[in-house]
């Protein structure tokens, strides 16, 4: 039987602040217990979201990291926060090490990412939603591998939506914006935080896992409440692995390909490394023109600089230019570059594989609290 005791609560990781992770912010600085904080959200805030979301008109094209990083300072003077204005699929794995990840984000894409990282990490998350008509969720889960997982409930239309979003108003995205009113995000943030305190107050694994089977239903404009009921799927597409991971000392600016691939154990030419979830890309196509451009190096797709063509079109990632492993087949020079030549970064954790043997190494000094100062 898997141990599904949820750890102590040092770290929180609030993905997404928006309607619900703003108002989730005011609930995180009095939980007791908590000494550390990650606000992960790529956006800044624009004066069309003043009416929908936990912001002052002065804070219209500050980045949301700030703008909150700032609140929380206020309410919890005590805590340690780390700002990353990135989107979630960018953020090294081992930033999130030993926190407990709240969802507050906004399309199936982002979501599916946040339950991989939790899995891998063998940490709970707790997921918030909600949409203009009123219905307001949240349920948790465990990460552990009996348990279900987020993509236990997909169907073939969940994968083929992944990209799709439900935006807040004044976001660029093309999809018509929620719109929904600020006082459902601090419905929504309630019943996550209530879900939390839950889980950490619970007295054994049953009790546990009885928490993480169900999620809570609110219709706020009838009064309603449901609770419907989940088990794990033995056909889920997705693993439900808990890795390992070994640090490995060295920074992403001075280890080199060939230096890495020689610790997957045997020959490092036999060797590829993966970074879970990402492709590797050297190519890029607009969607406007349809012309190619070469980037001078495979790099970590989620972290390819953002741009426009010449013609305004957007340049995204050319299926025929992407590979999910790099290897010593890229050639001498390739394996001499530093891992930061190919988008790595400090606290990512890759995947060697060479033969029957994995290994999930964190890149970086192995000074976690070197991390945090920086902040």
Same mark, same amino acid.
């Given at each position: 039987?898997?141990?599904?005791?949820?750890?102590?609560?040092?770290?929180?990781?609030?993905?997404?602040?928006?309607?619900?992770?703003?108002?989730? *912010?005011?609930?995180?600085?009095?939980?007791?217990?908590?000494?550390?904080?990650?606000?992960?959200?790529?956006?800044?805030?624009?004066?069309?979201?003043?009416?929908?979301?936990?912001?002052?008109?002065?804070?219209?094209? &500050?980045?949301?990291? =700030?703008?909150?990083?700032? !609140? %929380?300072?206020?309410?919890?003077?005590?805590?340690?926060?780390?700002?990353?204005?990135?989107?979630?699929?960018?953020?090294?794995?081992?930033?999130?090490?030993? &926190?407990?990840?709240?969802? $507050?984000?906004?399309?199936?894409?982002?979501?599916? =990412?946040?339950?991989?990282?939790?899995?891998? %990490?063998?940490?709970?998350?707790?997921?918030?939603?909600?949409?203009?008509?009123?219905?307001?969720?949240?349920?948790?889960?465990?990460?552990?591998?009996?348990?279900?997982?987020?993509? $236990?409930?997909?169907?073939?239309?969940?994968? !083929?939506?992944?990209?799709?979003?439900?935006? &807040?108003?004044?976001?660029? *995205?093309?999809?018509?914006?929620?719109?929904?009113?600020? !006082?459902?995000?601090?419905?929504?943030?309630?019943?996550?935080?209530? $879900?939390?305190?839950?889980?950490?107050?619970?007295?054994?694994?049953?009790?546990?896992?009885?928490?993480?089977?169900?999620?809570?239903?609110?219709?706020?404009?009838?009064?309603?409440?449901?609770?419907?009921?989940?088990?794990?799927?033995?056909?889920?597409?997705?693993?439900?692995?808990?890795?390992?991971? =070994?640090? =490995?000392?060295?920074?992403?600016?001075?280890?080199?390909?060939?230096?890495?691939?020689?610790?997957?154990?045997?020959?490092?030419?036999?060797?590829?490394?993966?970074?879970?979830?990402?492709?590797?890309?050297?190519?890029?196509?607009?969607?406007?023109?349809?012309?190619?451009?070469?980037?001078?190096?495979?790099?970590?797709?989620?972290?390819?600089?953002?741009?426009? &063509?010449? $013609?305004?079109?957007?340049?995204?990632?050319?299926?025929?230019?992407?590979?999910?492993?790099?290897?010593?087949?890229?050639?001498?020079?390739?394996?001499?570059?530093?891992?930061?030549?190919?988008?790595?970064?400090?606290?990512?954790? *890759?995947?060697?594989?060479?033969?029957?043997?994995?290994?999930?190494?964190?890149?970086?000094?192995?000074?976690? !609290?070197?991390?945090?100062?920086?902040?």
């Amino acid at each position: 039987m898997t141990d599904e005791r949820v750890p102590p609560v040092p770290a929180i990781g609030l993905v997404g602040l928006g309607n619900i992770g703003g108002a989730a *912010v005011r609930l995180i600085g009095r939980l007791p217990g908590v000494s550390r904080v990650v606000l992960v959200d790529a956006d800044k805030y624009e004066a069309a979201n003043w009416p929908t979301q936990v912001m002052r008109r002065q804070d219209a094209g &500050c980045t949301k990291v =700030t703008v909150q990083a700032r !609140e %929380l300072a206020r309410i919890a003077p005590h805590l340690t926060i780390l700002k990353r204005a990135e989107r979630i699929e960018s953020v090294p794995l081992g930033v999130l090490r030993h &926190c407990v990840l709240l969802s $507050c984000v906004d399309s199936r894409g982002a979501r599916q =990412t946040i339950n991989r990282v939790a899995y891998r %990490l063998g940490m709970p998350w707790i997921d918030a939603a909600l949409d203009r008509d009123g219905n307001v969720r949240a349920r948790a889960y465990l990460s552990a591998s009996e348990a279900d997982c987020l993509e $236990c409930a997909w169907g073939p239309l969940d994968y !083929e939506l992944r990209g799709s979003a439900a935006p &807040c108003a004044g976001s660029t *995205v093309t999809s018509a914006p929620t719109r929904a009113p600020v !006082e459902y995000g601090a419905i929504a943030a309630g019943l996550q935080m209530s $879900c939390l305190r839950a889980l950490l107050e619970a007295n054994d694994d049953q009790a546990r896992r009885e928490i993480a089977s169900r999620q809570v239903l609110l219709d706020v404009s009838t009064g309603r409440a449901m609770v419907a009921r989940y088990e794990a799927n033995p056909h889920c597409r997705f693993d439900h692995r808990t890795w390992s991971i =070994t640090p =490995t000392g060295h920074s992403a600016r001075d280890f080199t390909l060939h230096q890495t691939l020689s610790l997957a154990g045997g020959d490092y030419r036999a060797a590829t490394l993966q970074l879970d979830g990402q492709l590797f890309v050297n190519r890029l196509r607009c969607i406007g023109c349809n012309r190619v451009a070469r980037t001078r190096v495979w790099r970590v797709s989620s972290r390819l600089p953002t741009g426009l &063509c010449r $013609c305004g079109g957007r340049l995204l990632p050319d299926p025929s230019g992407t590979v999910d492993s790099l290897s010593a087949a890229l050639g001498r020079r390739t394996l001499e570059r530093p891992l930061s030549w190919f988008g790595l970064a400090d606290r990512d954790v *890759v995947t060697l594989i060479s033969g029957a043997t994995t290994r999930h190494l964190e890149i970086g000094t192995g000074n976690t !609290e070197e991390l945090w100062m920086q902040s």
